[in-house]
């Protein structure tokens, strides 16, 4: 059974820097894609950032370039993704995704809120 597990969201001042974790299972996780996902309150999910299995980053909107930067450890089965600088636009929910050579699965999600 797949699971991806994040953690590490939670509620920071403008400015401050989170690192969200999302470890999976169930699959190879040395061999998949592992991207980030955020979702806004009203609006459409988007690409935040992706790995692929050679290390090959493409980050997503250009709002968060210079930010964050997504890392993996297969060691640990995890991916990483270090947000600093953030912003009350940054406020949503942050999605794991795995893309596998047959399918994607998605995390659960963790709410990460921006505010002071």
Known sequence: QVQLVESGGGL????GSLRLSCAGSGFTFSSATMSWYRQAPGKE?????EIT???VITNG????KGRFTI???NGKNTVYLQMNS?????TAIYYCNAKTLFRAYWGQGTQVTISS
């Open 12 to 15: 920071v001042q403008p400015g």
């Open 61 to 64: 909107a250009d709002s968060i």
């Open 71 to 73: 890392s993996r450890d």
């Open 86 to 90: 953030l912003k009350p636009d940054d």
């Open 45 to 49: 999910r988007e690409l935040v950032a």
């Open 53 to 55: 299995r050679a290390g």
